[in-house]
């Protein structure tokens, strides 16, 4: 097995694909819009993705958060809300914003338990600050550590209840970013004694199954590397100072705010510390690059993902997904 999850090019795994998945054996897989039309298809493909690997507990990851950032989406699946609707409800009810995150995470959890998906990248833990990109104020579980915390546990539970492990993201903190890391690489200015604010969900929530870097410069840690390639920033931060001991992905490393080609980036995250690579574009190219440069995945990493698999594997998805939106709408009519 090699540490890298993969994208797909489309609804159906197509004979290439097939062809260089079986012969490289990547340790997961990531579904875009691109990949879903119906349950029926969506199940199939993730039922021929564990049967190619032949592994019951594959990680099979989706970026279901609610709001703009949702690849299963009506009229086939419920919508579901973003980070903000939460944090409003939470100011005026704090009990209550936390039951309608938990809520809503197990009903997302149950929708892609269904058709055989076992990751969201979900929940973001990044502390959102005034001029904080767009990119993730609107998905932000607010502006107070504390309560992002609070809110980022019962999103982890909910997922965990309804048969799904949680990732949290993004590590060490994306809130101070000014400007789209799909696009640009951030670099943050603030103190170390500022950036507490900033570690302080992540630390809270260090036993999380799953966690995710950012693609930031942290002038105050590492001036020449953005954390996904730092091996300061994941070793000094991360692991020692956030105390995280789970499975250490990257975001996507083609995201334009890291530079080199695909082998370059994935090689080097992986030699700074991250214990899995991820592609999500399913370019074969792309994909065929990282192949090369990446040995088998070490030890510790593969004891991180098969631990972080682990703890759903005596959840029985099972729940009431009408009621469990039923509630999460009528806690939110209270903000």
Request: proline share 6%; glycine share 8%.
């Amino acid at each position: 097995m090699i540490p890298v999850i993969y994208g797909l090019s489309g609804l159906t795994i197509t004979a290439d694909e097939r062809v260089f998945f079986s012969a490289v054996d990547p340790a997961g897989y990531i579904l875009f819009k691109r990949n879903i039309e119906t349950r029926a298809q969506v199940r199939a493909l993730t039922d021929a993705l564990r049967s190619l690997a032949g592994r019951d507990d594959l990680p099979i990851l989706i970026d279901q958060e609610g709001g703009r950032v949702a690849r299963m989406q009506p009229p086939e699946w419920p919508a579901f809300p973003a980070g903000p609707a939460f944090d409003a409800l939470y100011e005026t009810a704090p009990i209550s914003g936390i039951e309608a995150a938990r809520a809503n995470a197990e009903a997302i959890a149950l929708t892609l338990a269904e058709v055989g998906i076992t990751v969201d990248c979900l929940p973001l833990l990044d502390v959102a600050q005034p001029d904080t990109t767009e990119a993730i104020s609107i998905r932000a579980l607010g502006s107070e550590p504390l309560r992002v915390a609070a809110m980022g546990r019962a999103i982890i539970d909910g997922l965990q209840r309804g048969g799904v492990v949680g990732v949290v993201k993004h590590m060490p903190g994306h809130g101070r970013a000014l400007v789209d890391t799909h696009y640009h690489l951030p670099t943050v200015t603030a103190s170390d004694e500022e950036l507490e604010i900033d570690l302080a969900p992540f630390k809270a929530l260090a036993g999380a199954p799953m966690g995710m870097t950012s693609h930031i410069v942290f002038q105050a840690w590492d001036p020449e590397r953005p954390a996904t390639l730092s091996p300061i920033v994941i070793e000094e931060i991360i692991r020692k100072r956030i105390g995280f001991d789970g499975l250490l992905m990257t975001d996507d490393i083609d995201m334009k705010a890291l530079s080199g080609t695909a082998g370059d980036k994935a090689a080097g995250a992986i030699a700074a510390g991250c214990d899995i690579v991820l592609d999500c574009w399913g370019r074969m190219h792309e994909m065929e690059d990282i192949a090369g440069r990446l040995s088998d995945i070490s030890d510790v990493s593969r004891a991180r993902l098969d631990r972080a698999m682990a703890t759903i594997a005596d959840v029985r998805a099972d729940g009431d997904l009408a009621a469990l939106i039923a509630k999460r709408d009528a806690l939110l009519a209270v903000a």
